[in-house]
């Protein structure tokens, strides 16, 4: 049986593991949560995705940033291309971890508390989520500023920094990120609009588009 990962189409965390085992030609198969309940509660008490399984070899991995490292690393087979994505110096190396874990810790959740109300996930609350607003824009001007400055965000080409923190932000451009967004956040749109082309995760963002309007706050 081959190595799996397990997703839904509602989470965005499986996205880039997703891409980067296509892009590698990887023998691991998407298994959808929902077509193999069982089995993914047993071995997943947490019931988190994106989670990696061999059942046969006794690979078992979880956590985006360790699962996407994983795939890289086994299944690229040009080592100069795992030092782009990966990092070449151990600077670089830690600048995409950082990268990766503050955008998948804290932004993935001030987007949440942000967005979710607006879309009917979760109930709406005028002060909290003005609050929410307030402390979203706060870890997003971390990456415009940064951006304002530099093409990419670590070096100077795409790292998998760009491609995990992309499909972070991918949240905000589908729901909430406007146009208007987009003009406060000039640097963020521009390198966005550059990553989602790449080949690593073009498959994945060549049909979706940027939200028209930012939903209203329900009455
Ligand atoms: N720390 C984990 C978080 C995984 C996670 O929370 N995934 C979300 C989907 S994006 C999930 O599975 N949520 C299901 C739930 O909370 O019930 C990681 O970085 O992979």
């Known amino acids: 049986m081959s190595t799996v990962i397990y997703y839904h189409p509602m989470f965005i965390l499986p996205n880039v593991p997703m891409c980067l085992a296509e892009?590698?030609?990887?023998?691991?198969?998407?298994?959808?949560?929902?077509?193999?309940?069982?089995?993914?509660?047993?071995?997943f008490p947490l019931q988190k995705c994106p989670s990696l399984?061999?059942?046969?070899?006794?690979?078992?991995?979880?956590?985006?940033v360790s699962?996407?490292?994983?795939?890289?690393k086994t299944f690229c087979k040009d080592p100069e291309e795992i030092k782009k994505l990966l990092g070449s110096t151990i600077l670089e190396e830690s600048q995409i971890l950082r990268w990766e874990s503050l955008s998948s810790s804290n932004l993935l959740m001030k987007e949440a508390y942000y967005i979710k109300p607006l879309i009917g996930m979760m109930p709406?609350?005028?002060?909290?989520?003005?609050?929410?607003k307030k402390e979203l824009d706060a870890v997003v001007q971390i990456f415009e500023d940064h951006l304002k400055n530099h093409q990419?965000?670590?070096?100077?080409?795409?790292?998998?920094?760009?491609?995990?923190v992309t499909s972070i932000?991918?949240?905000?451009?589908?729901?909430?990120?406007?146009?208007?967004?987009?003009?406060?956040y000039p640097n963020i749109t521009r390198w966005y609009k550059?990553?989602?082309?790449?080949?690593?995760?073009?498959?994945?963002?060549?049909?979706?588009?940027?939200?028209?309007?930012?939903?209203q706050p329900p009455k």
């Open 124 to 132: 709406y609350d005028k002060d909290a989520h003005a609050q929410a």
């Open 67 to 72: 699962i996407q490292h994983y795939i890289i």
């Open 53 to 64: 399984i061999n059942r046969e070899t006794g690979l078992y991995l979880t956590e985006t």
């Open 194 to 215: 550059e990553i989602t082309k790449s080949p690593y995760v073009s498959n994945f963002f060549n049909d979706k588009q940027q939200v028209k309007v930012c939903p």
């Open 152 to 164: 990419f965000l670590v070096s100077d080409h795409i790292t998998l920094a760009d491609l995990s």
């Open 169 to 184: 932000f991918y949240f905000g451009f589908n729901f909430t990120f406007d146009e208007k967004w987009s003009q406060q």
């Open 23 to 43: 892009y590698f030609k990887s023998d691991i198969q998407n298994v959808n949560i929902s077509t193999d309940r069982e089995n993914f509660a047993r071995d």
